[in-house]
């Protein structure tokens, strides 16, 4: 039997959701819906045997759909998400999964107590790339990570709710976590608002781990080029992993500094060294596809997401922390890692 799917919020990336689910196998996307009659007009003509509303309520009370897809701004999404399990259905909702923490957790053990499927939209995990880049890192091939840096920057598209942070950093923060298995123990950030009062353009925050690993993050809608790129620095190798490369997504850099145990100058104790580049086949899989497939997989199996309610938690706990930090000139804010788990 297909999984029945209504859709709330069919804006721009709204849009590329339903096309996906549209095009999955064992997937009927049955209704999608929408508060802009403007946009319903757009798409409705593009997906034979949908139906389309704008009251989210026709789709939460069909009690032949199975699972929800909420796409609406993320100030609609615990809302939207808590009638959904109420109503007895899975949900996936965009990223970030809502805007307070408190509200979070109430999400989390609604779906628990439900027995529902509650996944957020953290891409980036099931990027062909991140998961190269997390087997080199697990199989120890880049050695010990000392840092990461991250740059998501574009010029436009300019929000008018959400800041810079809130809009493109749960890409890099959940990517990083995913990567590391780590949740930072502290967060600094900084940013400017120089187009509209009190959202920031531009912010500059640091995730400050455990075991010493930093990663940095860079992220902006005022910048002359468009940027997706994140570096990894280990002491046996160095990875780049570049987004916006079409075919050659990761490099890898035989680049460090190797100690001698015989040596009579500081000099000769520490040598550079600069050996191949290598550029490994990354595969094809277009991340999308393949995180609406494995929603799909989890309703069908009745399995955790990757990008679970708790994984939407965290990344809304780093990205307050951030807010906080940024609003208080960069001052380091604690993160407690035990209230995550």
Same mark, same amino acid.
């Given at each position: 039997?297909?999984?029945?799917?209504?859709?709330?919020?069919?804006?721009?990336?709204?849009?590329?959701?339903?096309?996906?689910?549209?095009?999955?196998?064992?997937?009927?996307?049955?209704?999608?819906?929408?508060?802009?009659?403007?946009?319903?007009?757009?798409?409705?003509?593009?997906?034979?045997?949908?139906?389309?509303?704008?009251?989210?309520?026709?789709?939460?009370?069909?009690?032949?759909?199975?699972?929800?897809?909420?796409?609406?701004?993320?100030?609609?999404?615990?809302?939207?998400?808590?009638? #959904? $399990?109420?109503?007895?259905?899975?949900?996936?909702?965009?990223?970030? $999964?809502?805007?307070?923490?408190?509200?979070?957790?109430?999400?989390?053990?609604?779906?628990?107590?439900?027995?529902?499927?509650?996944?957020?939209?953290?891409?980036?995990?099931?990027?062909?790339?991140?998961?190269?880049?997390?087997?080199?890192?697990?199989?120890?091939? $880049?050695?010990?990570?000392?840092?990461?840096?991250?740059?998501?920057?574009?010029?436009?598209?300019?929000? &008018?709710?959400?800041?810079?942070?809130?809009?493109?950093?749960?890409?890099?923060?959940?990517?990083?976590?995913?990567?590391?298995?780590?949740?930072?123990?502290?967060?600094?950030?900084?940013?400017?608002?120089?187009?509209?009062?009190?959202?920031?353009?531009?912010?500059?925050?640091?995730?400050?781990?455990?075991?010493?690993?930093?990663?940095?993050?860079?992220?902006?809608?005022?910048?002359?080029?468009?940027?997706?790129?994140?570096?990894?620095?280990?002491?046996?190798?160095? #990875?780049?992993?570049?987004?916006?490369?079409?075919?050659?997504?990761?490099?890898?850099?035989?680049?460090?500094?190797?100690?001698?145990?015989?040596?009579?100058?500081?000099?000769?104790?520490?040598?550079?060294? #600069?050996?191949?580049?290598?550029?490994?086949?990354?595969?094809?899989?277009?991340?999308?596809?393949?995180?609406?497939?494995?929603?799909?997989?989890?309703?069908?199996?009745?399995?955790?997401?990757?990008?679970?309610?708790? &994984?939407?938690?965290?990344?809304?706990?780093?990205?307050?922390?951030?807010?906080?930090?940024?609003?208080?000139?960069? #001052?380091?804010?604690?993160?407690?890692?035990?209230?995550?788990?």
């Amino acid at each position: 039997m297909p999984v029945n799917i209504g859709q709330i919020g069919l804006g721009a990336w709204g849009r590329n959701l339903i096309r996906t689910f549209y095009n999955l196998p064992g997937v009927n996307v049955k209704q999608g819906c929408d508060a802009s009659p403007a946009q319903l007009a757009k798409i409705s003509g593009s997906f034979p045997g949908v139906t389309w509303t704008k009251d989210p309520g026709e789709i939460i009370n069909d009690p032949s759909i199975n699972a929800v897809v909420i796409a609406t701004p993320p100030a609609d999404h615990f809302d939207l998400a808590a009638r #959904a $399990l109420k109503a007895g259905k899975d949900v996936f909702v965009e990223k970030p $999964l809502v805007l307070d923490v408190e509200k979070g957790k109430m999400l989390i053990e609604l779906a628990a107590k439900r027995d529902k499927i509650l996944m957020v939209g953290h891409i980036m995990e099931y990027h062909p790339a991140s998961l190269a880049m997390k087997e080199y890192i697990h199989s120890g091939k $880049l050695g010990k990570i000392y840092y990461l840096y991250s740059s998501r920057i574009n010029l436009g598209k300019v929000r &008018d709710i959400e800041n810079a942070l809130w809009s493109f950093a749960p890409h890099d923060i959940s990517m990083i976590m995913f990567l590391l298995d780590q949740v930072p123990v502290r967060v600094t950030a900084t940013g400017a608002s120089y187009l509209q009062k009190d959202i920031e353009d531009v912010c500059f925050m640091t995730m400050h781990f455990e075991d010493k690993t930093m990663a940095h993050i860079h992220v902006s809608w005022l910048d002359p080029h468009k940027e997706r790129k994140l570096t990894i620095v280990g002491s046996k190798m160095m #990875a780049v992993f570049d987004d916006t490369n079409s075919s050659e997504k990761i490099w890898l850099y035989d680049k460090g500094v190797d100690t001698k145990l015989d040596y009579n100058t500081y000099g000769e104790y520490m040598s550079l060294r #600069a050996g191949d580049i290598l550029i490994p086949k990354v595969a094809s899989t277009e991340p999308l596809m393949a995180e609406c497939a494995h929603f799909i997989e989890c309703v069908k199996d009745r399995t955790r997401p990757r990008s679970d309610g708790l &994984d939407g938690l965290k990344v809304l706990t780093i990205l307050t922390a951030a807010q906080e930090s940024m609003q208080n000139g960069g #001052a380091p804010i604690d993160v407690n890692i035990k209230d995550l788990n």
